[in-house]
């Protein structure tokens, strides 16, 4: 991987001035998905990200690689079906970091107990032979026994059923490592400035500032995928001023507690809240993921903030269920990411009622642009892309491989207990870094260690301190006070490893700081 997954290395062939089959813009779940299934059909392609791999929405979601309980009730059958064949084959192609993940939903009335019971057997339907296991209606006793902590009064029993869980940052990492080996080329800190047309006034190609080093490169590319979330519309914009709005920004935060609040193995789903939203609480790293809220916001941000009323709605709806509820001071991090949906046609629309389907746009220019979607699903967003973009330039038609291929760190064999898990097959050699200095853990309560850090740096393209603690490990996620704590020795470890000054050690501190502050409730 040092040759191939490296900056310097991509950054050579942006100076070849060769031309590109398809340039991607996005470096999210769904360029990566647009960029995997184009290097699978032969397709010489480079995806560019400006910011780091899957720093905005991606990296924030719920950690769930599910069909969608939520969609089955609006009726949308077609969408269930489709992400729960997703989900198969990501459990399939990358089961280092897609696991099985049981659900109870705690029943509190007998008509409850008709509509999920019946529902669920209806999820399992839909999967068919991909599914994950039976749901079953479990007794008030064993309900309680697998849910310490659970409210009991009124409490009948409760659905168990069964999704998918993952680490939605890790994945984006394996995802551009697996670009790389089979021929792309993925560079994060390049940002698209500017598009290139020629005289019919057709795209072909783009300008492009590696932000890291202000040097610019214009691109020349025969398709150009603009896959930036809710970052569409900038960039249709740089097509055309006058295009309008595409896509609306839906917030959705997330509270981290300790696993006390919630010591089961199995998450908690909560379907009809107070406000009609989902509440899940979700096992995951050893502690508890609280999430999520549905709130529309105007202008996206690369950073959004939590809001006070997402805060006090997670915190009131959990404290109804379990007998220990957690408070503000006992949020380890709290995290928020935008969802793209796709404009509603009527303004009138609630955010929880518009489709998470995704939809391809092309330009008069052929700029190829993809909305909506979620994680799941990433895989078929690709593939539905190239396929337009093969039909709508006359390419001829290639068959995608995506749906057997596996991701980078594919390994049947995962010990979920091994802090070094989600590396997979890339574990055997990290551990073989440390070669018995386990103790020497830069968190120990984390499990971070020192040689994480370079091996970020090194193998996963890592270029600053919230790289490596917001991404390529999740400490910034798990307990933002304690990332703060061990920054300063991740910034000195980068440094070293890039030969960079102590100015920029200085900045990087004083940055990540200020950046995990938000991450806490004061």
């Known amino acids: 991987m040092e040759n191939i997954f490296n900056r310097d290395y991509v950054l050579q062939q942006l100076d070849s ?9 996005g470096g999210g779940a769904t360029g990566l998905g647009v960029a995997l299934d184009a290097v699978s059909r032969g397709y010489k392609t480079l995806l560019v990200e400006q910011a780091d ?27 269930v079906r489709e992400a729960c064949i997703e989900r198969g084959l990501l459990q399939k192609n990358a089961p280092h970091l897609v696991k099985n993940q049981t659900f109870i939903i705690p029943v509190y009335n007998f008509w409850d ?17 991909l599914s994950l296991g039976k749901s079953v209606f479990v007794s008030r006793s064993e309900t309680l026994q697998q849910l310490p902590g659970i409210k009991e009064e009124g409490l009948l ?34 940002q698209v400035t500017g598009l290139l047309k020629n005289q019919n006034d057709k795209l072909n190609g783009a300008i492009v500032v590696d932000t890291e080093k202000s040097g610019s490169y214009h691109i020349k590319a025969k398709s150009i995928v603009n896959a930036t979330g809710v970052f569409v519309d900038d960039i249709l914009k740089m097509d055309d001023a006058e295009a309008g709005q595409t896509v609306v920004a839906s917030q959705g935060i997330h509270l981290v507690v300790d696993k006390k609040f919630y010591p089961s193995a199995h998450a908690l789903m909560i379907p009809e809240t107070s406000d009609g939203r989902v509440l899940f609480a979700v096992p995951w790293h050893n502690e508890v993921v609280l999430g999520t809220t549905d709130t529309p916001v105007g202008q996206p ?100 491989t995506t749906e057997t291929k ?23 050699a990290l ?40 991404r390529r490990t999740r400490a910034l996620l798990l307990d933002a006070k304690e990332s703060i704590r061990i920054c300063s020795d991740v910034a000195y470890i980068i440094a070293n490893e890039l030969n960079l000054d102590r100015d920029w050690i200085d900045e990087q501190i004083n940055s990540y700081t200020q950046l995990a502050a938000q991450y806490q409730l004061a």
């Open 17 to 25: 001035g060769e031309t590109w089959d398809v340039l991607v813009i």
């Open 53 to 79: 791999f899957a720093k905005g929405t991606s990296s924030r979601s719920t950690k769930l690689v599910h069909g969608g309980v939520r969609y089955l009730a609006q009726g949308d059958v077609k969408l």
């Open 113 to 129: 107990k008709i509509k999920y019971t019946v529902g669920l057997k209806v999820y399992d339907w839909i999967a068919g032979k």
């Open 157 to 190: 029993g409760g659905v168990l059923y069964h999704d998918g869980q993952f680490d939605d940052s890790r994945l984006a990492i394996n995802i551009a490592q697996s670009i790389a080996e089979n021929g792309g080329f993925v560079l994060n800190y390049a």
């Open 301 to 400: 941000s690369m950073e959004p903030r939590a809001l006070e009323k997402e805060i006090n709605f997670i915190l009131q709806t959990a404290s109804a269920y379990l007998h220990q509820p957690p408070t503000r001071k006992d949020v380890l991090s709290v995290f928020a990411g935008l969802r793209p949906l796709a404009a509603p046609e009527k303004g009138s629309q609630k955010t929880k009622e518009i489709s998470r389907s995704h939809k391809i746009i092309t330009s008069s220019s052929d700029l190829f642009t993809i909305i909506g979607g979620k994680w799941t699903t990433f895989r078929k967003m690709g593939e539905d892309m190239i396929d337009t973009i093969e039909h709508h330039l006359q390419w001829p038609s290639k068959k995608t």
């Open 406 to 428: 596996r991701i980078h760190g594919f390994s049947e064999t995962v010990n979920w207990n091994d802090p070094f898990y989600f590396y997979g097959a890339d574990a055997a």
């Open 431 to 470: 551990k073989k870094n440390i070669n018995g200095a386990h103790n020497t853990w830069l968190s120990e309560s984390l499990k971070i260690h020192e040689e994480q850090v370079r091996w970020a740096v090194r193998h996963e393209m890592a270029r600053t301190v919230e790289d490596v603690l917001a």
